[in-house]
């Protein structure tokens, strides 16, 4: 490929959708971060609960499972907004359910209506993960590979401007209209939500003002093989068995086989008189059902994009999931607990927002924009190392905040090398998860990857309040920095496999040619 000219390049960024892209990044930065992060401190604010707090954070799970209806957002377009195109239909749905949910959550005080507030932030979680998978697929469609960079540059720039505004802005504005730490104001925070959600207007008139992107033809194959039904029923049979099988060996865990071992019930008794068993049954049997040759021509469009992987990768596709399913463990199970770990530790809303998001996003950036040059330089596999053990060990600099009180130098010292290790560690896991993704199913494939990134730290992370209320905020800040052992044992089996493999290519060469 030519070198292309320096006035090539800054042509890349003055495209119209390179002005899309950056307003659809604020669009998709803003709802992550107000049900995650920011909505952490207002419950704790209001008084609820560490282990409520981080039982809520379970609500990123719908980042976590986003693939299960990805598929469907890659063929259809929707009813009625369907005329806006396949891709601006989605857009504009989920951007008016955030829109929806971030209003009625600013009319919830969680000191009285809790469980609303939480449904509401379930609602937006959800159509903001929507509003993930569409923007994707849209920057995969509506240019060529030679203007994809400068279309993510764009899309970040905007993501972490709106991650900054619904973080420490969000903290200055619950601040300013009159919600302290020592005095809870539930309309400072309803004036902050019902902000936000005006602010997504923005995205929603980008969705509707933007060129909707060509069909690719794959893509038109693929809908006439699978009809919209059967999309439909793709998703629904996977919800049942996603659902079922966790449901099935958590109701035979608590049946009473040990009565059945010992002779005092017989099969028929547990099947008449044991309701756990019973509904054990039923879960197999749904699971059963799901699995059976009718289920799995039922999950075919999204198995396809599976097994496209499995197949490329083989055993070793194992190794690869482990390694995505651990590498952001250790980070994101401690951030659950960091909002409220500063509000414990005395600092103030202003001195968290001026720290911990305004001063911590300018080093992730840094820390991102050094591990670009750096994996140019050396490669994805040491930088992906690097990363993840020092987004472990900075664990243990919250360690040592713990028995400092609020030392504004020493978060200051924590942040800067917390969010510097994970601007690089974020570096080098995007590019080595790009790196794994088949073009033929990019937004797929990229959305399950991505998704499995998340789910078990997300799992594990609902806990964390748990954590810290049984064995406090030493021993848990211990605990995430031992998170991340396991992975760096996986990235150097990978590591060391990739090696091997390259050198077997060299050798394999010069005989090729003989």
């Keep these: 490929m030519p ?11 003055s495209s119209p959708s390179t002005l ?10 803003l709802p992550y971060m107000l049900v ?8 704790r604010e209001a008084g609820v609960a560490r282990d409520t707090i981080g039982f809520a954070s ?23 907004l369907g005329k806006l195109g396949r891709r ?6 989920s951007q008016i359910l955030i829109a929806i949910g971030l209003a009625g959550m600013a009319l919830c005080d969680p000191q009285t209506h809790l469980t609303w507030l939480i449904s509401l932030a379930v609602l937006v979680a959800f159509a903001s993960a929507t509003q993930d998978i569409a923007v994707d697929a849209y920057r995969l469609e509506i240019v060529d590979d030679t203007r994809q960079a400068a279309l993510a540059a764009s899309y970040m720039a905007g993501y972490r401007v709106a991650a900054l505004l619904a973080t420490a802005g969000a903290l200055y504005f619950a601040e300013g209209f009159g919600s302290t730490a020592l005095l809870y104001q539930h309309g400072a925070w309803a004036g902050t939500y019902m902000l936000f959600a005006m602010l997504m207007l923005p995205g929603l008139l980008t969705s509707l003002w933007m060129r909707e992107p060509d069909v690719p033809l794959r893509t038109q194959l693929a809908a006439a093989r699978y009809g919209f039904s059967h999309q439909i029923a793709s998703v629904l049979v996977l919800i049942v068995l996603l659902v079922s099988v966790p449901a099935m060996f958590t109701q035979f865990y ?23 068993f019973l509904r054990a049954l039923l879960y197999t049997i749904l699971s059963a059902l799901c699995l059976s040759s009718m289920g799995r021509r039922g999950l075919a469009p999204v198995l396809t994009p599976v097994n496209d992987f499995i197949v490329r990768y083989r055993w070793q596709a194992f190794l690869l999931l482990g390694l995505i399913a651990t590498y952001r463990m250790s980070d994101t199970v401690m951030g659950v607990m960091a909002n409220v770990f500063y509000i414990d530790q005395g600092f103030t809303k202003d001195q968290i927002a001026s720290v911990s998001k305004l001063f911590g996003l300018v080093m992730t950036l840094v820390g991102a924009g050094v591990g670009g040059l750096l994996i140019v330089r050396f490669g994805i596999m040491p930088i992906l190392f690097i990363g993840g053990a020092a987004s472990a060990a900075t664990n243990l600099l919250f360690l040592m905040l713990t028995g400092m009180g609020a030392d504004l130098q020493m978060l200051i010292v924590t942040i800067s090398a917390d969010n510097f290790s994970a601007g690089l560690a974020t570096a080098a896991f995007v590019a080595y998860l790009s790196s794994l993704t088949n073009l033929k199913f990019s937004a797929t494939q990229y959305a399950l990857l991505s998704s499995i990134m998340l789910l078990l730290p997300r799992l594990i992370g609902g806990y964390s309040g748990v954590m810290v209320e049984t064995f406090g905020y030493a021993q848990f800040f211990l605990v995430t920095a031992a998170l991340g052992i396991p992975t760096l044992i996986l990235i150097l089996l990978q590591w060391r496999r990739e090696r091997s493999q390259t050198v077997d290519r060299t050798v394999q060469t010069p005989s090729e040619h003989a």
Excluded: C, H, M
């Excluded at 995650?36 to 419950?43: G, K, P």
């Excluded at 601006?88 to 749905?93: D, E, I, K, P």
């Design 20 to 29: 899309v892209l950056l307003l659809l990044g604020f669009a998709a930065g």
């Design 58 to 80: 379970l609500i990123g799970l719908a980042y976590a499972f986003k693939w299960v209806w990805s598929p469907l957002l890659d063929q259809w377009r929707l009813p009625l």
């Design 254 to 276: 608590y049946t009473d086989f040990a009565s059945l071992v010992n002779g005092q019930n017989s099969l028929l008794d547990l099947l008449l008189e044991d309701r756990a």
């Design 88 to 93: 601006r239909s989605w857009l504009v749905l």
């Design 3 to 13: 070198r292309k000219s320096w006035r090539d390049a800054i042509a890349a960024y």
């Design 36 to 43: 995650f992060s920011t909505l952490s401190v207002w419950l």
